[in-house]
């Protein structure tokens, strides 16, 4: 059996059956997936350090304070990439589905995180989920995730706090009836 193709960007939702600490409870937002491979970014893990304590002194003033730096995923777990929403002129940027594009470029920073907004225009991340050949394939089809359509505003947020049971609430799943078992409702 094959899971139908899905075309980012759209999320997956860790199932409460997921045991892998890397992703339980994450909301991952997927930029790339096909028969090759797949890759995405969990949105609502933040790292929990100012980025005064990342980044290099020349860096770390060009945006506010607060800004949230998030843990993208195991992979490359020490890059950091921006992922955001609309062209930004002169910023090396590739972009990976409607609505989501990514860069590595320092340059970037101080033109999406100056200020601190609710809903920022980017994110600051630390790191990227990925998934081999059908990798993602089997494991959606084993259960391990749940789909949701892409929703801008919930891809963009700074409000991380119950990112995921407002995620599976938006499916129709009470968290509150779900438990860490297969078969999952009570």
């Known amino acids: 059996m094959s899971v139908p193709s899905l075309t980012p960007p759209y999320f997956l939702l860790a199932s409460p059956a997921m045991r892998d600490p890397n992703f339980a409870g994450a909301v991952v937002l997927m930029g790339h997936h096909t028969r090759d491979g797949a890759l995405g970014w969990i949105v609502n893990r933040l790292l929990g350090v100012a980025p005064s304590e990342l980044l290099a002194p020349p860096l770390a003033t060009t945006i506010h304070p607060e800004t949230p730096i998030r843990v993208g995923g195991p992979v490359l777990s020490n890059g950091l990439v921006v992922v955001f929403r609309r062209d930004v002129p002169g910023i090396e940027q ?8 990514v ?24 790191g990227y989920s990925g998934w081999g050949p059908e990798q993602l394939d089997h494991e959606m089809e084993d259960g391990a995730w749940l789909v949701l359509p892409y929703d801008e505003a919930l891809a963009y947020t700074n409000e991380t706090e119950g990112l995921w049971e407002r995620a599976l609430e938006r499916l129709g ?13 009570t």
């Open 173 to 185: 799943v009470n968290p509150a009836n779900v438990t860490p078992f297969t078969g999952g409702v």
């Open 94 to 101: 590739v972009e990976m589905a409607p609505g989501v594009r």
């Open 103 to 126: 860069s590595a470029s320092a340059e970037i920073l101080p033109k999406l995180f100056s200020e601190f907004r609710a809903a920022p225009d980017g994110l600051l991340l630390l």
